[in-house]
């Protein structure tokens, strides 16, 4: 009954509603499901389950109760945690974070050491609405970029991806993670299927364009990014990526734009 009531929410609802009303319904899951079956790093905070979601196919134990993290989310957080100055850095940083995660979005607004944009089309906590294909930001303008599960839904991902390198300072880095089917050798697309119930069942999401393959960390190279294929969950070990609900195996695509 839960698994379905989440699928018709997620396939009914549109996302700038499900953000708002996600403030509302947050802080009572917290408090129903506290435990110790899992933890929430972002929050620090146990949990005896995580609740199930995805579009088509549910996952179990995958949304937090207390932040609405998923995988994604939480393995971000990890890795910036213990393999970056994101949060301790002594010279501010300038973050440009794309259609950002409210679980997110909350910790890093209240960061002193970053100064903190965020940019989107539609989403009520963008501070800058724009087109990941045609930014307003002058060259060479972040530290960091942040974007998480976006490039799949633009037809033109290159063109983005070409934007986030120019904003990107040299020497920068940009974190831009994307569901991935690791299986396959390349990426596929048909710009034919434009039936959400069809796009839904090929691509795996209603609003998806595209399956990326592991042709993927060598499209960003091509564009000029110095890519690291980081597979964190082998780092943090098999214990702790159950503990914390990751998703076994997700790749990190840790982008660099070489120094001039």
Request: contains cysteine.
């Amino acid at each position: 009954m839960l698994k379905s009531s989440f699928k018709f929410i997620l396939n009914t609802i549109p996302r700038p509603i499900l953000i708002r009303l996600s403030l509302v319904v947050q802080p009572v899951l917290a408090v129903l499901l506290r435990g110790t079956n899992f933890i929430d790093p972002i929050d620090g905070k146990g949990y005896r389950t995580f609740l199930p979601y995805g579009y088509g196919t549910q996952r179990n134990n995958v949304l937090a109760p207390g932040t609405l993290s998923l995988e994604r989310h939480r393995l971000l957080w990890l890795y910036l945690q213990n393999e970056t100055d994101f949060f301790t850095a002594l010279t501010p940083k300038k973050v440009l974070h794309f259609a950002p995660e409210q679980e997110l979005y909350k910790r890093f607004k209240k960061q002193k050491n970053i100064q903190y944009t965020t940019t989107d089309l539609l989403s009520p906590l963008a501070d800058v609405k724009a087109d990941i294909c045609n930014l307003p930001f002058p060259d060479n303008s972040y530290d960091m970029i942040l974007c998480n599960h976006v490039l799949e839904h633009i037809p033109n991902d290159k063109l983005a991806m070409q934007e986030l390198y120019r904003v990107l300072k040299p020497g920068g880095m940009g974190i831009f993670q994307i569901p991935q089917d690791l299986k396959r050798a390349t990426t596929f697309t048909d710009d034919s299927i434009t039936d959400p119930k069809e796009r839904a069942k090929v691509f795996g999401q209603y609003d998806h364009v595209r399956v990326y393959g592991r042709d993927y960390f060598d499209t960003l190279r091509s564009i000029g990014f110095t890519v690291i294929e980081e597979d964190y969950t082998q780092k943090i070990g098999t214990k702790n990526v159950k503990l914390y609900g990751l998703a076994q195996g997700e790749i990190l695509p840790i982008c660099y734009k070489p120094k001039i």
